[in-house]
């Protein structure tokens, strides 16, 4: 059984019919769905749809698009929002710089204060990355320094360096569909060198279908198709990868329970 570690069940594409979506990635063998939050506003609806759904779990965050219409948010906002027993993870939050939706200082601001609520909840931290590897290595390292913390970093598409780095840092490493794109030969090469207890798989959904669905809104049921890429890529079967990586994951979100 697969646990999709990254999806957005309260988004469009697949808000109109969660239960059918959730019916059928239950029915591929998804057997939990870690349900991500980008926004304030949206907590309440991601939250409600964890304690509604006993497979479902919720995180607390702000994506990095997001900091400038979040830049006061405090740490005690999010602490209190993890509380919940539902929530189990930070995030997702990081550092986007390839649209600059927000404010580049912004962002590292907001990035700390995650980071601050992981250490002092021990939840997970999701980290967003893209075009920042640097200044994401940058700080992951330099909040380390202050006390180590979990963190992932999803959707994996930065290079072997930036890997290994967070590799080193202690973080796991989540593959989204992106892997079995025909252009995605590096990213393939480190799924291979990823250690088999640092790997997590994913959706991102409604984004980035995994072939062969390209072209249509990604579900948390085609977390199945990346799951048997990456296991081919590993010389290793999709029963084994499923195994590894829901044991990976609640291994991590610790709060998930066994």
Known sequence: MLIDSHCHLNYKGLVEDQQAVLARARAAGVAGFLNISTRQREWA???????????????????????????????????????????????????????????????????RVHIAVARETGLPLIVHTRDAEADTARIIAEEMEQGAFPALIHCFTASAEFGRQMLDLGLTISLSGIVTFKNAKDLQTIAVEIPEDRLLVETDAPFLAPVPHRGKPCEPAFVADTARFVAELRDTSAEALAATTTRNFRKLFTKVGP
């Not at 995030?91 to 590292?108: K, N, P, V, W």
Request: net charge negative.
């Open 45 to 111: 609806d991601v939250v409600g749809l964890a304690e509604r759904e006993a497979d479902v779990w919720a995180t607390v965050g702000i994506h990095p698009h997001e900091a400038d219409a979040h830049a006061d948010l405090g740490a005690a906002v999010l602490l209190e929002a993890a509380e919940h027993p539902r929530v189990v993870g930070i995030g997702e939050t990081g550092l986007d710089y390839y649209y600059d939706h927000s404010d580049r200082a912004t962002q590292q601001a907001l990035f």
